[in-house]
């Protein structure tokens, strides 16, 4: 992201990585807000996988530049339909327990964000002088992007990504 930062003052990636906590905040509290009750569908969430395309022929445009670092990434990531289904079986039976951990993990970030935000910390997008697409493309491909589980990963595998992106981008306007 460091190269479509158009405010070189801010053109730093801890300053990229503060603004894009409470992005993230906003969509790790959606996504909680509705695993409490979530019942995955695990046989339409497999066919769904099944259907879809491999991940090297649905990069976007904008990341072809970072098709090596992608590649890198992704190298390291084992994902296939038998992960998928292992990790919905998991999901439905420690669901609880999932939600019940990221709870204090969600308020320390929010306290974190809270901080930042009294010390008038750049989180705009507007201010950092980042396209709203570039924002965007990270959000929608941030599991290309790096080889680190994360609840975009748990959204992606339950198929609540759209909430998740939504609420992200949500978090982009002021």
């Known amino acids: 992201m460091t190269d479509v930062v158009g405010n070189p003052r801010w053109n730093l990636h801890g300053v990229l990585v503060g603004a894009a906590s409470r992005i993230v905040l906003r969509a790790y509290r959606r996504l909680f807000e509705i695993l409490p009750a979530f019942q995955p569908d695990v046989g339409a969430r497999?066919?769904?996988?099944?259907?879809?395309?491999?991940?090297?022929?649905?990069?976007?445009?904008?990341?072809?530049?970072?098709?090596?670092?992608?590649?890198?990434?992704?190298?390291?990531?084992?994902?296939?339909?038998?992960?998928?289904?292992?990790?919905?079986?998991?999901?439905?039976?420690?669901?609880?327990?999932?939600?019940?951990?990221?709870r204090p993990l969600l308020d320390e970030l929010s306290e974190g964000v809270r901080l930042l935000e009294q010390l008038d910390f750049p989180f705009g997008l507007a201010e950092l002088a980042v396209p709203t697409d570039a924002a965007a493309t990270a959000v929608r491909n941030v599991g290309l992007l790096r080889h680190r589980y994360s609840c975009f990963d748990l959204a992606y595998e339950l198929g609540l990504s759209d909430e998740m992106r939504e609420a992200a981008f949500e978090a982009f306007r002021p």
């Open 46 to 102: 497999l066919a769904a996988f099944d259907r879809e395309p491999p991940w090297q022929e649905r990069i976007e445009e904008a990341l072809r530049p970072f098709r090596s670092k992608i590649d890198e990434e992704m190298a390291q990531r084992r994902f296939d339909r038998d992960t998928l289904a292992s990790r919905l079986d998991r999901f439905v039976r420690q669901r609880d327990e999932i939600v019940g951990m990221a």
